[in-house]
């Protein structure tokens, strides 16, 4: 019988985590591929683009810097994600917080707006945010993909931060104030510090949202000097070629930040994502 019982468990087992594994393997094998791949010579790529390179080779990450722009792509990409990630992140918990705590006329009404935001897809809305731009003289400045990233990336970051901030107690906040904490000390200083597993949440999704975003930037930025990593690698394919191991190694620049980002905030994101709604 425990014979049995065994085979049975490990049969079970064995159903469990042979598939499983072979999706992780599947999932994490495109990130090591352009890795590895990235390093290899142009015929050594034209050769297999399986096998290993012979050696690294690090002049497709010169040439994709230096030729490729990558290097100012980069920036631009940084500049928008960090100044949007921290607008996102202060923005959300302010009207979060404030959502959360206060009962006032036309509450529920601005709630149910950002909830309905989440729904709208973004790239219906491409064109009469072009026609907006165009209007009012936006196109073509280091300015001009804040609003948008920073409109679109609110909504959710609010619904996370606002549910997650419903589930502290507010017998904290009554303390602070009787102890004679301001309003506003009392939610940088103590709930803030409370909301930082949704909070690194909000920081993954909105740095990834603008690091990665193609549409908007396509259709808005027409100088090469202000374009994003995602527009910048289609440098890397013309008309009648394409310099493959090139195009990877940006890839592979383009992949580092948000592999960075995420190692460092994962642990946090399925906390920020569920904690909320467990407690509450």
Not at 69 to 89: C, P, T
Not at 97 to 126: C, D, E, K, Q, V
Not at 173 to 187: K, N, Q
Not at 260 to 265: A, E, G, N, Q
Request: hydrophobic share 55%; glycine share 6%.
């Amino acid at each position: 019988m425990n014979k049995t019982l065994k085979i049975s468990r490990l049969a079970g087992s064995i159903a469990v985590n042979v598939p499983v594994t072979l999706f992780s393997f599947f999932c994490v094998f495109p990130f090591v591929w352009v890795f590895y791949s990235s390093f290899k010579t142009a015929e050594e790529f034209s050769l297999s683009i399986i096998n290993l390179p012979r050696k690294l080779n690090w002049t497709n990450f010169i040439d994709a810097i230096a030729i490729g722009r990558m290097g100012d792509y980069a920036f631009n990409s940084f500049f928008n994600s960090i100044i949007v990630l921290v607008l996102v992140v202060f923005a959300s918990f302010i009207t979060a917080y404030f959502l959360s705590r206060f009962s006032f006329r036309g509450r529920n009404l601005i709630y149910g707006m950002f909830l309905t935001a989440i729904l709208i897809p973004m790239p219906s809305l491409m064109v009469p945010v072009f026609i907006e731009y165009r209007n009012v003289g936006m196109l073509n400045n280091r300015f001009t993909l804040l609003p948008v990233y920073f409109a679109f990336g609110i909504p959710t970051s609010i619904f996370l931060v606002e549910s997650f901030i419903g589930s502290i107690p507010v017998e904290l906040e009554e303390a602070a104030i009787i102890d004679g904490s301001s309003l506003v000390r009392t939610m940088f200083t103590i709930i803030m510090p409370l909301c930082r597993p949704v909070l690194a949440t909000v920081v993954i999704l909105s740095f990834m949202g603008t690091w990665n975003e193609f549409p908007f930037a396509l259709v808005l930025i027409k100088d090469n000097i202000l374009k994003t990593i995602p527009i910048g690698l289609r440098n890397f394919q013309g008309a009648h070629n394409a310099q493959y191991t090139e195009f990877l190694a940006g890839v592979a620049i383009s992949l580092l930040p948000v592999i960075i980002v995420y190692s460092v905030f994962y642990k946090k994101i399925i906390i920020g994502m569920t904690e909320g709604t467990i407690k509450g």
